[in-house]
């Protein structure tokens, strides 16, 4: 089976091997002809965006970089990305990379046009109105992990440095109008990040899974999400350069992204404050925290976790068999089993326990959780302790 598609599921997405040459041809398409390529500085120096730059240039496209962002991306780089954008006289972004590129791209397309601050954007309440629809530039994103699975999302996750946490801007106009995904782009992703995206890229899927609301068509995509995780994602590590296994995993991260729009959960709300905070990766600071939320939301989903184990194809289809595969999948990886393990300590359990469930992504917890649950359970992912 060739894996190669035109899908047009949230947005319209060009998938398969050897597509990235397609780039001037979508921005044609959109009518870009002086695109900004958003990506960040480790990338900006390798050949794959050289090779995209060659692509645009020949077809006589007149695109220049910004690549001058955070790993976490705050709210200055979009400032400065904007500055970039109007000075350079541009009428599209091109976002490249990982979650920290495409957010801070699709924010920037969102920010050309608009005159009121950032913040004033935040995905709370009706902000979304607030925009001037018309000012949004057009945006095409090229994935080069198979993680966020931001490039068909309708949001940026923008750290706010004055209040020490971490913003989701919104507005549907924010999903990207063409996604480039290409999975010969991710091949080149060290083992360390193919790992951390990689459980991102199921801990999006499981906690669309387990979210309380009724949304079937999410139930499914998020299913099949999972299930080529734990099919495909130790044969990317184990070979980078193995393509069938990166289409499965881009594939699935398109996924998880897709499903999490019936909700998100505790791994996030605790993952986002410990980003904003200690500057974490964000795949791998889910990664470290998924069995520990698990095992507290266990009395709400066991029998949902049964039917999940049953379905990716786990020799033992209980809630412990399901956790203790996610256990050696981690171990077997290289993923820290503990927050300590990576410089963060126990001391701010308090603080992120209030932060956690201030944050959006705790209404879609299976189980309510207080600020002292958070607490307790990030103590309990400091000093490793799964089963309490």
Known sequence: MQLKG???????????????????AMCAELGIKRPLLVTDSGLAKLPLIARLLDY?????????????????????DVDAGVAAYQAGGHDGV??????????????????????????DFEDVGDNWTRVNVAGVAPTIAVPTTAGTGSE??????????????????????????????????????????TAATGIDAFVHN??????????????????????LVHDWLPAACDNGNNVEARSHMLAASIMGATAFQKGLGGVHALAHPIGA?????????????LPYVLVKNRPAIE????????????????FDGFLNWILQLRAT????????????????????????????????????????????IYLAACEGKVHG
Not at 6 to 11: A, G
Not at 311 to 316: E, F, N, W
Not at 339 to 354: D, N, P, Q, T
Request: proline fraction near 7%; include cysteine.
């Open 333 to 376: 990886l290289g993923i820290a089993h503990s927050l300590s393990e990576i410089g963060i300590g126990s001391e701010h359990a308090a603080m992120i326990g209030r932060d956690a469930k201030q944050d959006p992504s705790d209404g879609g917890n299976p189980l309510p959780l207080s600020a002292d649950d958070y607490a307790a």
């Open 206 to 227: 499981l906690e669309a899974y387990c979210s309380p609301f009724y949304h079937p068509i999410a139930q499914g995509v998020a299913l099949e999400g999972m299930r």
């Open 277 to 289: 905070h200690f500057d974490t990766h964000h795949g791998l600071a889910n990664a470290i925290l």
């Open 94 to 119: 091109i976002a490249v990379g990982g979650g920290s590129a495409l957010d801070v791209g699709k924010a920037i397309a969102l920010m050309v046009g608009q005159d009121r601050p950032l913040w």
């Open 152 to 193: 068909v999302g309708r949001a940026s996750l923008i750290i706010d440095e004055n209040g020490h946490r971490k913003v989701i801007i919104f507005h549907p106009s924010m999903l990207p109008k063409l996604v480039l995904a290409d999975p010969e782009l991710t091949c080149g992703l060290p083992r360390h990040l």
């Open 303 to 318: 029998e949902r976790i049964e039917a999940a184990a049953r379905y990716i194809g786990l020799a033992d289809a209980s």
């Open 56 to 76: 645009l240039h020949s077809a006589g496209l007149a695109a220049n970089v910004f690549s001058d962002l955070r790993p976490n991306p705050v709210g200055r």
């Open 6 to 24: 035109n899908w047009n599921y949230p947005t319209a997405i060009r998938f398969g091997a050897g597509r990235a040459s397609e780039l001037p």
